[in-house]
């Protein structure tokens, strides 16, 4: 491209002053000022927002913490009673087979205890 190109109507030795070649320096002066402040406020907004955000993510992972530690217990729990289940319907099915045998045995002689006395 040819610098015609790149400027035209524009004069050569204000390419980098948006606009402040004509007017006066404090016009200049006071618009540099005025986006400074802009760009500082605007960056102190985003540096307040990130703050927060990272005291948001301290606080979430420290109740996914809370959550993990409590669902490690309740499984554990959970494990030990489902264990105690286990052990339990297995030692009653046994006790509950021999009851019966019991009192088929106690049914059987007292029948014929009844039969014998007639």
Not at 78 to 89: D, P
Not at 95 to 116: A, E, P, Q, R, T
Request: proline residues 2%; glycine residues 10%.
């Amino acid at each position: 491209m040819s610098r015609a190109g790149l400027g035209e109507g524009v004069p050569p030795g204000s390419y980098g002053n948006h606009g402040c070649a004509n007017s006066g320096y404090s016009a200049c002066e006071e618009e540099k000022e005025r986006l400074t402040e802009s760009l500082r406020s605007k960056v102190t907004a985003i540096k307040s927002l990130s703050i927060e955000r990272d005291h948001e993510v301290k606080h979430q992972n420290k109740l996914l913490a809370e959550m993990d530690s409590q669902f490690d217990s309740t499984t554990g729990f959970l494990g030990k009673t489902m264990g105690k289940l286990k052990t339990l319907s297995r030692g009653s099915q046994t006790k509950l087979l021999g009851y019966m045998m019991l009192f088929s045995l106690f049914v059987f002689f007292v029948i014929y205890w009844i039969i014998k006395l007639r």
